[in-house]
Structures are given as C-alpha cells and as structure tokens.
C-alpha cells in the first residue's frame, strides 16, 4: 500500500514542485536517526540494568564528525521554506493561523500521541529499565521546537515580508545578546530563550529560499563555517556540535551562536548541491523513494530509539555483557547492530504509519469561537508539555518522578495533560472561522 501510493503520488507531482526540500527532509531526519545509531554507547551495569552514553564522549577525536552530521538545521531550515508556502496558501484558500496551526500540529503530534500511548502503557505494564524509559522520550524535544516554529511562523514571515534579510539579522543578533548575557553576565534562565532565537533564525532561512533569495551560498557555507570555528577556538562554546554527557556548556541545550554559524554553513552546503541533486531526483524510481520515505519519516524518528534498544536488549539476551564501547568488538557489532535496529523500525513503522495521514478536511464551526487566539495558546500548552515529556521520560510515570523544564517542574502525567489539552484546544480553534 505505501509503495502503490508512494507511486501514484510522485506520478502525481508537478513539474513546478521543488522535490529537493522533499529530499533534505528525508535525509536530516535519516541521518539524524544513524547517527543516534552509531553514536549511542550502551553498556550493562555490574548490578544489572544498561546505562547509554555517548561514543563521541568515549572518544572525543571523533567530535569534529558533528560538524557534518549534526544535521537538525538543515530540517528546520527546510521547515520554513515548507511553513512559508503552506501558510501562504492557506490564506489563499480563505483560511487564516488557526487554520495553518491545526494542519501542522495535526502531522506532528498525532504520531507523538500513538507513540506516547504505546511507550506509556509499557512502562505502566512491563519491567522497562529507567535508562531506556528516559531516552526514548528525549527526541520528543524537536517535536516541540517544531511545534513551535510553526506557531510563529505567520508573525515571523510577516516580518520577512517587510525586512528579508533584516528579520534573520535581527534574530541572530538576539541570539548573539543571549549568549553574551549567558556567558559574560551569568544571567541566570535568559540562556532557554536561544531554543527560539537560534532555530527561528533558521528557519527565517527557509523562508529566504522560499523568496528565491539565497542567491550566495557559497558564501553561507563559508562565513558559517569560518564563524563556528572561531567562535569554538577563542570562545567558551565546545568542539562537540551535539550534547555531551556531564559537560558544562552545550552547543544544543541550550543552542548556542555557535550552533547557529553551525547552521548558517549547512544550509550554504546544502544550497550548492541543490543543481545535481535536483537533476538526479527527476528520475522516477528515486524520486519514489523519496516520497514514500516522506510519508513515514516522522513515525521513523519517534520509534528509531526503540528499535534501537530492542536491538541492545536481545543482544544483552543472548550474550549477556555489551562489549566496551569503541572496543574492536563493539565495532565488529555496527553493521549487524545497524541493520537490525533500521528492519525494526521498518516494522514500527509499518504498524503505526497512519497516524502521519493528513487530517480530513472538516466544516468550520460557529464564527468567533476561538480562533487565533485559542490556536496559539493550545499550541504553547501542546509544546511545553511536549518539551517536558522529553524531559521527565516515562521512568517512574505513576510514582511522581518529575523534572525541571526551565524553571518549572513537571512529571509525565502532567506533561501529557497538558500536550493533550493545548492539542485538544488547537484543533478545535481550527474548525472556526474567527
């Protein structure tokens, strides 16, 4: 069924359609996925259980490989570019933000609630271990940020309408205010704004390329990359452009001016090699694959971790300790690991893919009830609950374990009510016509 309407759609698709953002959303999110692969350092505890770390805090020379697979603004990038034409034509059609919100929330947090329910009854029901319980939920955070990204995009691309360049200016130059604050003041809490600043500056980069205005990237990905590492050698920010166990300062939590040059380099890289890939995916069977893998990328992303752990929990069955991380032995396992853990996810994918359908179309409701308003609120409860379930894990979900979401503490109960509630509250807003 995937393959038959991968086909149909991609004979569907017209001659005007930028298939290259099609592409590079496919293959952030799959190298995102290897990555969490090949990066996770999972061993067993002397009193049973498994701890996850990380290989690149195993061996730190293997960092300088995040500057090229620490590949998230390439997708946030390529969200704005998709929010801007999305957005536009929803006005076109009549509709307005509570419209856009509904649509976007609908693909992002319908798989997220499958997936919540799923991994929230097994850790009610079986004997999960706290370390996987937690970790499945951290991706949960882009989820969030993405969520985010899309709720000011109206406001933030009327801005790029009137300012282009001045409005991406603008936010890098908040950014930059927030880490002088971070690091030269010691201002406490101020750092969490970057969450905003840094990935909403790239995705205004999507909206640019939306314009037609990224006429330079040559350019990008030079000042970007001469940028990141001057800031990384005579700066307090780390080599490591993901986050590193036990470390001090993140380049990613919160993100940092570095990963926003980080960013800016990316997408120069990724613009220059949009001419002959968009020549090779003109031909049909890759341009098939492409939109097949679009269609399940996000039940991938949410159930890649679990596939992952379920690959280390039959090795753990049938051979008892993990060999050392980065060992000859543990690299002997990569390819078998590998190949495993992406034919489960295959197979998760293939049970809880209809959760990515777009929402039917539905009749308007009363006019004035809600609207805007209600769509913005709903879509900042969804987020914070969403971002603190990334946080707190499913660990301990009855038994009041809670952590802190900037300053405020939350446990998963409260987590989910609160994302339910603010969704619950965006797809009603978007049945109204106020």
Known sequence: MVETNAAALAAATPASRDRYVDFLRVASLATVVLGHWLMAAVTTRDGGGIEVGNLLAVRPALQPLTWVLQVMPVFFFVGGFSHALSYRSVVRAGGGYAAFLRARSHRLLLPTAVFTVVWGAAALLLSVPDAAARLVAQPLWFIGVYLGMAAFTPPLLRLHDRYGWGAFAALCGAAAAVDALRFAAG?????????????????????????????????????????????????????????????????????????????????????????????????????????????????????????????????????????????????????????????????????????ERPPAPRPPAAPGRLGGPGAALGAALALLGVLGLSTVGFGGLLDGHSAVLVAVRLTAPAAILMAAAGWALVERAGRSRG
């Open 187 to 355: 201002v406490p809490f101020v750092p969490f704004l970057n969450f905003a600043f840094v990935w909403l500056a790239v995705h205004q980069l999507g909206f640019l390329r939306a314009d037609g205005r990224l006429r330079r990237p040559a350019v990008m990905a030079a000042g970007g990359l001469a940028a990141a590492a001057a800031l990384v050698a005579l700066g307090p920010y780390p080599l490591s452009m993901v986050g590193m166990p036990g470390e001090r300062i993140s380049n990613m939590a919160p993100p940092t001016l570095a990963l926003l040059c980080h960013g800016v380099w990316l997408v120069g890289a990724v613009e220059l090699l949009g001419g002959p890939a968009g020549r090779w995916l003109r031909r049909p069977r890759v341009w098939r694959g492409v939109v097949a893998a679009n269609g399940v990328a996000m039940s991938a992303f949410l159930w890649h971790l679990t596939a992952m752990l379920a690959v280390y929990g039959a090795l753990i069955a049938l051979g008892g300790d993990l060999p050392a991380p980065a060992s000859a032995a543990w690299w002997a396992q990569v390819p078998l690991r590998i190949a495993v853990a992406a034919a489960l996810t295959a197979a998760l994918v293939a049970v809880f893919r209809r959760a």
